[in-house]
């Protein structure tokens, strides 16, 4: 059984730039969440989407945001990229259950910004 | 902002020997898990405990809960140099549990041979 994956790997953007991250879920998984983590801050919640429709969002400004396609698959933008961007993004997915479940996280897409 | 504090902020110890770490909390809560990261890769489910159970076991790894403490601890026995990682607890919140899990800042464990 395929993992979640991640894509890309590493991004290298410009301030000012923006940039799509992909997620792709573990087949029949329909929640996915993503998350920020950067060593001042540790790990922050971004969303989460549940067949298509967002339902819950984090502390971050609307720079930030995302969707969910059809197939489950997940994209995070990120517009007009701050310095303080850069890090650590995770997406992770869990089984229909909501809070019997624990989550299966991907490897991450490591984002710096110049 | 985090749901709360990992003590300690960093391990070690020698092969062989166990490691407990400490998470507390500040909400009530759904279930509490635990997540393991290697060098700043993904994070990897290791056990999850819900609301209503005290104490939770898988292979090598403990877990107790105490909800009228919010607080949490996780024992790995017969510790392995394998087991070389940053441990996060992490909550789901009664209220708000859509997708949304809040994690401590995490143990950094180090098992030297």
């Known amino acids: 059984k395929a993992g979640v994956t991640q894509t890309p790997r590493y991004l290298i953007k410009t301030r000012g730039q923006q940039v799509t991250l992909s997620c792709s879920p573990i087949?029949?998984?329909?929640?996915v969440s993503w998350y920020q983590q950067t060593p001042g801050q540790g790990l922050q919640f971004l969303f989460e989407?549940?067949?298509?429709?967002?339902?819950n969002k984090g502390n971050f400004p609307g720079r930030f945001s995302g969707r969910q396609f059809s197939n489950s698959r997940s994209e995070m933008n990120v517009s007009t990229l701050e310095l303080g961007d850069s890090a650590l993004y995770l997406c992770?997915?869990?089984?229909?259950?909501?809070?019997?479940?624990?989550?299966?996280f991907g490897s991450g897409t490591r984002l710096t910004v110049v | 902002s985090q749901q709360g504090e990992e003590d300690p902020q960093a391990l070690s110890i020698q092969e062989g020997e166990n490691a407990t770490m400490n998470c507390s909390y500040k909400?009530?809560?759904?279930?509490l898990q635990w997540y393991r990261q290697n060098s700043g890769r993904g994070l990897v489910h290791l056990i999850l405990?819900?609301?209503?159970?005290r104490e939770k076991h898988s292979g090598r790894l403990r877990v107790t809960l105490d909800t009228s403490k919010k607080s949490s601890s996780l024992l790995i026995t017969a510790s392995r140099a394998a087991d070389t990682a940053s441990y996060f607890c992490?909550?789901?919140?009664?209220?708000?549990?859509?997708?949304?899990?809040?994690f401590g800042a995490g143990t950094q464990v180090v098992v030297t041979p």
């Open positions: 992770a997915s869990r089984p229909t259950g909501g809070p019997l479940y624990g989550y299966t």
């Open positions: 087949s029949g998984h329909r929640s």
């Open positions: 989407y549940f067949s298509e429709t967002q339902r």
């Open positions: 909400t009530s809560i759904n279930n």
């Open positions: 405990i819900r609301s209503n159970e």
């Open positions: 992490a909550t789901a919140d009664a209220t708000d549990s859509w997708g949304k899990l809040q």
